[in-house]
């Protein structure tokens, strides 16, 4: 899953939480639900058939009561399920 929570502000306290898919596989149809939570459902993210394998970039922006922001970056690849193996 998604995990903003452990996010801090050494000057604030965090008010707003933003998730965004930045880049995906052009047939993708993720989304994400509660996007503006700290943990949002990722359940629906990437659709449980996998049908859009390939490459996702997901964005978390943080807001504190100042108004200052902060980005962070995560990577997901979605790769085939592996086949049983052959002896």
């Known amino acids: 899953g998604l995990f903003g929570d452990a ?15 930045i880049n995906a596989p052009l047939d993708s149809l993720a989304t994400i639900d509660d996007a503006n939570t700290a943990t949002p459902n990722a359940a629906l993210i990437i659709p449980q058939t996998f049908e859009s394998l390939g490459a ?3 964005q978390l922006t943080v807001t504190d009561e100042f108004g200052l922001t902060d980005t962070d970056l995560v990577n997901i690849q979605v790769s085939p399920k592996p086949g049983p193996q052959q002896l």
């Open 7 to 21: 996010s801090t502000d050494s000057t604030g306290q965090i008010i707003l939480y933003q998730w965004a898919i």
């Open 56 to 58: 996702y970039e997901i």
